[in-house]
């Protein structure tokens, strides 16, 4: 673009940073702050920003370290190894670790401190004699005794005032950053806003400041006042940042489709609570007491309250029945002793089947198509493809002869509308479902569960009073999420990531 059509399209902000620099060359914001005359550093940096993309200024940043105390303690104080040091050569070299603790007066966690870092330091060595730990210095150490570290020097620079990054060796500080409380860090953005070629003719051709106007309004044109003033010209190629509106988050619109479909396919939602009894969550699924799932690994227990109420003793006694013998079904049950005050824990949901289960002893008489979608809650270890909460797709289908070709029909038929076809179904199993199967979908390269479906087994429906098959299943959504807005990493759906939430495409 041509420099005296470049200059009919800088604001008044944007001449008065090109007029700031006087002779200069290049200058840092605040010096232009000054010179120009500025109200406040944004509009210099907004101005800067803008003659930037136009090709008048280049903005190169510099991030600075500086160091300080994170204690003031540490002035005077020394580490606890010196201390250490002290005690072991009073003692001649040779100190064992209760003796050390007592005469460097350091609590047993500076012990540890002191231990790890004249090992680092090659201060002393440790050995074992007659089931004692024991210190011994070595010719480093003894040196150490008159001799300050490099560490202890740059603490007591520091003790005297905040030093730079180029004030200070990078290997010792990074040593004193390993350790807590003793250093802390700040960092600061230095920018340096410099005039292009095409920038410094702009000067030289002249900047005139007058009043200008950018928009026409009502009260121009009324008065006439609009032969008066003159008008800055627009660069309708100039750079604009795109304007992204209020959106819901993917997730929820994933749970509303979700919901969406499964009304389409004539089933009614219902809903749990997040904190259950173990009653409901294991035992009346006929999972044994002793299976791992109910293991600390796996589920959360609660400490208050530690138990609920449990349902009428008439299921109760059913559901230890089950387990004990298999009641009057043909199962031989679990074959153990049923504990009644394992049953009343509080937990945390690990599974939204509860909510069907408490449905079905409402409701024993078919046709049933029910669904919930509701966060479980489980002692997993958090990686790219499982999180300790999440959401769980839960649904049961209940009528005179359902079967295993109808279950995975439902399945197929909801990962279509929610368009995914990638998935897998293959055999599994369940301590409550007969036959059981495993959902998968193709993930970043690989097949990935989605969670597990199957027919209860009579021994989980019996002591309801179902008398009918009942098909259900149990799906992870984050997964399908993931796959369909193809994010390689679970978390991100719950981090608040704004570009990728831009990004992720409205599914309605």
Partial sequence: MDVDDLMDELSLLEKKVLLAFGDASSAAPDELLK???????????????????????TIKEKVISYYSLAKKQWATKNLPERRALKALRKARGRIDLGTLQKRARLSPKEVQIAIGWMKRKVWATIEKEDGSTVLIITEHGKKAVTEKGKDEELIQRLSEGELSESDVDAATIGMLLRRQDVVKERERVLREITLTDVGKKCIQKGIKIGEEVAQLTPELLQT????????????IDAFAPPVSGGRSHPLVEHIRKVKRIFAEMGFEEIEGDFVDLSFWTFDALFQPQDHPARDMQDTFYLSEPRTLPLPPEELVQRIKDMHESGGDTASEGWKYEWDVDEARKAILRTHTTVNTLRYLSEHPDPPIKVFSVGRVFRREAMDSKHLPEFIQVEGIVMEKGANLAMLIGVLKEFYRKMGYDKINIRPGYFPYTEPSLEVEMYLDGEWVELGGAGIFRPEVTHPFGVKHPVLAWGLGLERLVMALTDTTDMRTIYVSDIEWLKKAKPIF
């Fill in 224 to 235: 006439g006042k609009w032969r008066e003033v003159s008008f800055r010209k627009y660069d």
């Fill in 35 to 57: 010179r120009g005359g500025f109200a406040e550093l944004v509009e210099v940096m907004n101005a800067s920003s803008w003659l930037q993309s136009k090709g008048l200024v």
